[in-house]
Nanobody, 127 residues
Framework: QVQLVESGGGLVQPGGSLRLSCATSVFTLDYYTIGWFRQAPGKEREGVSCISNSDGRTYYALSVKGRFTISRDSSERAVYLQVDSLKPEDSGVYYC????????????????????WGQGTQVTVSS
């Protein structure tokens, strides 16, 4: 079983930045695809970004492309989401999720493609 723990959320003003972290319990991070999702109150959870196993290909939702950057540190067994130029509509609970192996280009933002989930970290963008 994989354990995932998110951290780094908080209250930030519009235009601000945060660095979200996803600490994993996996032995070899490069074997796993890690995705970031978010859920705003009253809305469905949506895929934000993903970094695939082995080649580290990255994916982004159109709404965050150019503002969010996903990365991983295999030695730390952690995945990060740098979120810049934040907008109020970026507010929500951010979750990381894992999948053993690769993920399809069309499926990276499909919740059902992931096996394990963290508890989430709250991001609130407000003045």
């Amino acid at each position: 079983q994989v354990q995932l723990v998110e951290s780094g959320g908080g209250l930030v003003q519009p235009g601000g930045s945060l660095r979200l972290s996803c600490a994993t319990s996996v032995f070899t991070l490069d074997y796993y695809t890690i995705g970031w999702f978010r859920q705003a109150p009253g809305k469905e959870r949506e895929g934000v970004s993903c970094i695939s196993n082995s080649d580290g290909r990255t994916y982004y939702a159109l709404s965050v492309k150019g503002r969010f950057t996903i990365s991983r540190d295999s030695s730390e067994r952690a995945v990060y989401l740098q979120v810049d130029s934040l907008k109020p509509e970026d507010s929500g609970v951010y979750y990381c999720a894992s999948r053993y192996g690769e993920i399809s280009t069309s499926g990276w933002d499909d919740e059902s493609e992931y096996d394990y989930w963290g508890q989430g970290t709250q991001v609130t963008v407000s003045s």
